[in-house]
Nanobody, 115 residues
Framework: QVQVVESGGGLVQAGGSLRLSCAAS????????VSWYRQAPGKQRELAAQ???????NYADSVKGRFTISRDNAKNTVYLQMNSLKPEDTAVYSC?????????WGQGTQVTVSS
């Protein structure tokens, strides 16, 4: 069993910053990659950023240069640093922890960017 808990969402003005955290616990010895997805109202869920077990990172074009995904292996935590936030970044952000035997999701955290 794997537990995934996100934190760090909130309300911020355009141009501001937030840092999201994704903490994993349980049977997490075989993590292949961790992803941050987001879903805005009325839109499909999209991949915002991803980090592999080897440290390779990938970003959606819409967040490149503004978002940074990183990890702290000692804390089993992945972070998403979001800078220069825009109103269009408003969404529910969810963390997905992928292992060899499945993918586990957190409950999601709301990010709202006001103009």
């Amino acid at each position: 069993q794997v537990q995934v808990v996100e934190s760090g969402g909130g309300l911020v003005q355009a141009g501001g910053s937030l840092r999201l955290s994704c903490a994993a616990s349980g049977s997490i010895r075989s993590i292949t990659h961790v992803s941050w997805y987001r879903q805005a109202p009325g839109k499909q869920r999209e991949l915002a950023a991803q980090i592999t077990s080897g440290g390779t990172t990938n970003y959606a074009d819409s967040v490149k240069g503004r978002f940074t995904i990183s990890r702290d292996n000692a804390k089993n935590t992945v972070y998403l640093q979001m800078n220069s936030l825009k109103p269009e970044d408003t969404a529910v952000y969810s963390c997905a922890v992928s292992l060899y035997f499945g993918t586990y999701w957190g409950q999601g955290t709301q990010v709202t960017v006001s103009s």
